[in-house]
């Protein structure tokens, strides 16, 4: 069969705030300038194609994790890089084994 992931319908996901791969490139890296390629640069040059052909998206923006809207506050200042000491004092009020832990 020549169609993509053999034609079966794939869901793919991710967190446009996370860091970079540690050891890899991210998949919009350019291997154009390259001057030696590796195996690692052709699979990701694979990679890219394969990814490049996905032709729908659907994208999800409406958080559904949590009820306590202190608690998403925190952490979309953490996402964000922005945390301040409150969000660590409130962290540190829901350590497993404290007597008044109380459920996310």
Not at 24 to 35: E, G, I, N, R, T
Not at 51 to 59: D, K, M, R, T
């Amino acid at each position: 069969m020549d169609a993509s992931f053999g034609g079966v319908n794939v869901i793919v996901f991710g967190d446009y705030l996370q860091y970079s791969p540690v050891l890899d490139k991210p998949l919009y890296h350019s291997y154009a300038l390259v001057q030696q390629y590796n195996e690692r640069h052709i699979e990701m040059q694979c990679e890219q194609k394969i990814i490049s052909q996905i032709n729908c998206v659907a994208e999800l923006n409406q958080q559904m994790r949590t009820e306590d809207a202190r608690y998403l506050e925190l952490l979309t200042r953490l996402r964000n890089g922005k945390s301040t000491i409150e969000d660590y004092q409130l962290l540190c009020t829901r350590v497993i084994g404290a007597p008044n832990l109380k459920i996310f």
